[in-house]
């Protein structure tokens, strides 16, 4: 594939997976289409085609190039917002629900993967929060607390505790953190071409079209791309930091937002697990693939703006001498790591940090989901089913609920 550098970048995940730019040919009309073959689109293709739907996915690049092949390859739980604060937004019950959704959507991930053969080295390694101060370690627990009392596996680490999970010495300042068992990692890039595929075998059509604009008269859809128009009965727009581009109303609601990303070459084996930690307000997180590789990415904090607003999928030297700070500082003896790749990614923050899923304002046979706010890995498979669902039978799935666009914490 051809990059523009100066606005384009090559992550670890794509420099290391053959790209899967789709071939099928655009039809005239389909049931439903999809427009955007990243995490949310590829999900929604996959429980479309698996329902027996006729059902067309274009994506204008490779399927994912947009943030799902740019990221961490965390399979994390919950959202981008603290269980405090979103049991604040959505009340205590709600809140429980919706944290057990990201938990279904992990063991779904897991469940297909496995059973559709998905090569994507996805291990359910546990995610690591990492405690850099007493007071942080005091609201790690208040959150682990809260998270036990609501029936989900946490569990609270001491320093020991996180050693044994970290071989190498840590730093004096991280005084212990918590373990959310049901994470994981994944190659990012293999994870969504080894999903499309699956797709695809499941009877989903994937074309690569660039999708102009999506317009509607009475109960007809018609998907405007720069190879033609298809006829839809349905169509699901998973654009994510491009939503606003096809949904008007979503402009400066949902906000691009970039994530800088770095490799380092491999080394010996050190973390087994997804590991985030605070050294800035917007947070850090690495983690080891089994060829030794370390991805990190964050210091968002460091960036103008904290990189709002940005759509360049380029890094800054500033943030990412930011980054190659953060293994040195945590884990002392981690100073002679390789910088191997660099690279950036488009994720998209909403007002209340959590994602929007609704129908347009102009037809119900338009839906979207965007909005994930740099947490949108767990979403994908079950949002994805709820979306199916939702185009199929016509009726909102409830769980959907929450996430309308008209919900007061959007302001
Ligand atoms: C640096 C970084 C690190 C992150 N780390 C994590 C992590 O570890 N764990 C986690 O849970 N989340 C993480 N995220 C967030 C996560 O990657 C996203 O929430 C998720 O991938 C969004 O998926 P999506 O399908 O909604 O959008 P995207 O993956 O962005 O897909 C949108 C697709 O639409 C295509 N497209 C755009 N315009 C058009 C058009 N007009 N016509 C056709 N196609 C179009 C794009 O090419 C793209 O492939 C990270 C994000 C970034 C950027």
């Not at 949902?254 to 800088?260: A, E, K, L, M, N």
């Not at 050294?279 to 960036?303: F, H, K, L, M, N």
């Not at 209340?352 to 347009?360: C, F, N, R």
């Not at 979306?387 to 919900?407: D, F």
Request: glycine share 12%; charged share 15%; aromatic share 6%.
């Amino acid at each position: 594939m051809h990059i523009d550098s100066a606005t384009d970048s090559l992550s670890y995940w794509h420099a290391t997976q053959e790209p899967f730019i789709p071939d099928d040919p655009l039809p005239a009309a389909a049931d439903v289409v999809v427009i955007g073959g990243g995490m949310l689109g590829c999900w929604t293709t996959y429980w479309l085609a698996k329902s027996g739907a006729n059902v067309v996915l274009l994506e204008k690049n490779a399927i994912g190039w947009g943030a799902t092949g740019r990221n961490g390859g965390f399979l994390i739980e919950g959202a981008a917002v603290s269980y405090q604060r979103l049991i604040e937004l959505l009340g205590a019950d709600a809140a429980s629900d919706f944290y057990a959704l990201t938990i279904q959507g992990q063991q779904l991930a897991y469940e297909i993967v496995e059973g559709e053969g998905i090569d994507c080295g996805l291990r359910r390694t546990g995610t690591l929060s990492l405690a850099l101060s007493a007071e942080e370690l005091a609201a790690i627990t208040t959150q682990r607390d809260l998270l036990a009392a609501d029936g989900f596996q946490t569990e609270l680490l001491d320093r020991t505790g996180v050693q044994q999970l970290i071989h190498t010495p840590l730093a004096e300042e991280i005084t212990g953190g918590y373990l959310a068992p049901t994470g994981g990692t994944l190659h990012s890039s293999r994870y969504i071409a080894g999903l499309a595929r699956a797709a695809q075998r499941n009877g989903a059509s994937i074309v690569n079209a660039d999708v102009a604009s999506v317009m509607s008269a009475g109960n007809a859809t018609t998907v405007h791309t720069y190879l033609g128009p298809i006829a839809a009965g349905k169509v699901v727009v998973a654009l994510n930091a491009w939503t606003d581009a096809l949904i008007p109303e979503m402009n400066g609601v949902i906000v691009p937002t970039r994530g800088q990303i770095i490799s380092y070459k491999p080394t010996r084996r050190v973390f087994t697990t997804a590991t985030g930690a605070e050294i800035t307000p917007t947070g850090e997180y690495w983690q080891q693939r089994p060829d030794g590789s370390i991805v990190v990415g964050g210091c968002r904090e460091d960036a103008p703006n904290k990189d709002s607003g940005i759509r360049e999928m380029v890094t800054t030297p500033h943030v990412t001498a930011k980054i190659e700070q953060v293994m040195p500082r945590l884990f002392p003896e981690l100073s002679d790591l390789e910088t191997d790749r660099q690279w950036a990614g488009l994720m998209a923050f909403t007002p209340d940090g959590l994602p929007i899923v609704d129908h347009s304002e102009t037809s119900e046979n338009i839906w979207y989901g965007g909005g994930f706010n740099g947490h949108g890995m767990p979403f994908g498979p079950i949002l994805g089913q709820l979306l199916a669902t939702t185009v199929l039978t016509g009726q909102r799935a409830p769980a959907l609920a929450p996430l309308v666009h008209t919900r007061p914490s959007l302001g």
